[in-house]
């Protein structure tokens, strides 16, 4: 057997489960993703799962995507989701709280510290080759997981029809949730058409499943959790005036933010631009340069906006940092909510039947959606004006050979491609 397929037969085998960390190491990892999570949620899935699933063996492969299945078809940023999932899954709302929380506080204390710089100078700090080596390095990682993952998902041929048909679908513009319902749909069909093909294709657990013998955590209430959220709401509602507007726009902002955040960001940008007056269109564009810049989800330039806002209407950084804050809560609010209630009702799917096949489905077309984002982010960081940008395409290509055959650390890779980007504006 050749190296190639030897790596490619290790890769296909699921890792046994390693003992669960303790709060103390979680709490580490969780704030060190919170710091390199760059690259949308693609890349911040391949992330988790290389580190989770491939290295420490913290969550088996099943139960990973099992529940990144559940968490694309909930409104919100399903990477935060699922980082919020597996810190349940392993300290319960104490280790939920810390992982959500930590994947998204580096990301608002940069976005809020960039928008002071780019209210006082006008300028965003040049960041623009450390950038394109980040993508670059974003494009080999993702490259990666759309294998990886695909390899134990898309195991048959009716399973990587499907696949392949989503991605289809993908580019020619079908919208998001469309196809994650018809992913539903199509993996309780093929399930009764083809049980052949789609046999053990599910994600739910089994008897013989080594995650049964772990800890199992308990819910969280809903009426402790709608009160934890709705209070704080209708509190900044009382308060009205900006903070008030904010609170209620991203509080529904959040609850139809189905497709990620390339899907709702033009609704954020015509009503807060257009409608509340809150910032220009210039503005709008610089805020989403920063969230591309910077690790955690993109829909932080939620947290822009809520800064330029504050500044806008009232003049001074405080009120800025009070919208920031504002928008930040009511944007990850109900993601939190959602998971804490409905993490228990994940582990209580069967891995027969007809709701595992409908997630069964969600996951495969999941592989179409991932390299659909693939294309999306090599045509932006591989192709300029004259062509191909060469130094990325190597760049990419060394990360999804480090990513994928040498299975080299996340965070060195990410690191070695923004020093080259750094290293090419000096030349």
Partial sequence: MSDAERSSSEAAQPRPISR???????????????CIS???????????????????????????????SFCFALPGPEAQQLATYVGWRMHGVRGALTA??????????????????????GTVPEVADVVRGLGAAVVGLVLAAVL?????????PLAIA???????LLMLGVPFPVLIFG?????????????????????????????????????????????????????LLLVGGVVGQLAGFFTVTALVTFGGA??????????????????????????????????????????????????????THTWALAGAATATFCTFAPSFVFILVGAPLVDRIPREGPVASALAGISIVVVGVIAGL??????????????????????????????????????????????????????
């Avoid at 990886?148 to 048959?156: E, K, L, N």
């Avoid at 819910?219 to 509190?235: E, I, K």
Wanted: with cysteine; hydrophobic share 55%; proline share 4%.
């Fill in 162 to 168: 499907l696949a392949i048909v989503s991605f289809a």
């Fill in 100 to 121: 959500g929380g930590l994947f998204v506080l580096p990301s608002f204390v940069l976005i809020c510290l960039l928008s002071f710089a780019y209210v006082e100078y």
């Fill in 374 to 427: 693939a294309v999306f982010v090599g045509e932006h960081v591989l192709l300029v004006d004259n062509g191909f940008d060469w130094l990325a395409v190597l760049l990419a290509a060394a990360s999804f050979l480090a990513a994928w055959r040498y299975r080299i650390n996340v965070l060195f890779i990410i690191a070695g491609c923004a020093a080259a980007g750094l290293l090419s504006s000096l030349s």
């Fill in 38 to 68: 760059f690259g949308g949620p693609a890349g911040q899935i391949a992330i988790m799962h290389d580190e989770l699933v491939e290295r420490r063996g913290w969550i088996r492969e099943r139960q990973f995507l099992h529940a990144l």
């Fill in 183 to 235: 992913g539903a749909l199509a993996g309780i069909l093929l399930a009764r058409v083809r049980p052949e093909d789609f046999r053990g294709l599910g994600h739910g657990e089994d008897p013989g499943d080594d995650l049964g013998s772990r800890p199992r955590q308990g819910g969280f209430r809903v009426a402790r959790a709608l009160l934890v959220w709705l209070a704080p709401v209708v509190g």
């Fill in 262 to 315: 390339y899907a709702v960001l033009p609704f954020v940008a015509d009503l807060a631009v257009n409608r509340f007056h809150w910032l220009s269109s210039g503005d709008m564009v610089a805020g989403l340069a920063l969230g591309e810049t910077t690790p955690g989800p993109l829909i932080m330039v939620n947290s822009f906006v809520g800064y330029l806002a504050g500044w806008t209407t009232q003049g």
């Fill in 20 to 34: 669960l960390p303790t709060e103390r190491e979680a709490l580490g990892f969780w704030l060190k993703l919170g």
């Fill in 148 to 156: 990886r993952v695909g390899s134990r998902v898309a195991r048959t």
